[in-house]
């Protein structure tokens, strides 16, 4: 196989190839997906952070459950943009499995957050042509805060009911092990062009 066609393939199996785009618009595309990914993060923070403060994590897990896919589907009704959660590690594999371009990104966040950048400052945007079309596709990573060690932190160090409740409701979950400071996911944005 020639070179060429080798680095068709290796992109076709990725199923998206990155195209050029004028600087004027990615530029827009970028700032509008930063808006949009910053709302969602504020909004389930604040959500967050209430619910734990108020009534402690068994609510707050409801929170991630429910409130998450909900804020999500909600912008992405008023933007006509996909929004969604995705991790390397997830907790829950139906709603936040990244796929190809996303596990891309997502390991390259952590490459850059070993490397010393500030998971807060993470980000990364491009236009893309897949089979289904052209999409302007933005990922932001979420950190891991102090709040998040509640029920993303080492295994031992979570209370006997979040581990419990997690165990009935998450039997494949990956996401516990992580420490303040590390890319725990991202908001990802899919915008059709
Ligand atoms: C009170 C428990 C709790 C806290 C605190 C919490 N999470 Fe979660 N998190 C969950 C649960 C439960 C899920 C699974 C949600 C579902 O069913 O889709 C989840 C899922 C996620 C996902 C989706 C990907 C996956 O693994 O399925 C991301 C991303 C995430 N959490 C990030 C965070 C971040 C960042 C913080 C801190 C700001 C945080 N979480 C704090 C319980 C929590």
Redesign the pocket.
Known sequence: MSIRLAIFAALAGAAAVAVAQSGEDLRRYFEEGRKVAGQFARDL?GE?RRE?EATG?MR??I???FS??EVASSLSRMTGWRVS???L?????A??QPDLWEQRVLAEFDRRAQGGEKAETLEFGEVVVEPGGRFFRYMKA????R??L???GPAEALSPV?KER?AS??PFDK?TGYSVGQV???VTIKRPL
């Open positions: 923070g967050l734990l994590p707050a897990i929170v991630c459950k998450a896919p959660r995705v991790s590690r997830t907790r829950n594999p709603l936040g979420l950190p891991v805060e709040t998040c509640q029920c993303h979040v997690l409701d998450y996401a725990r996911g991202a």
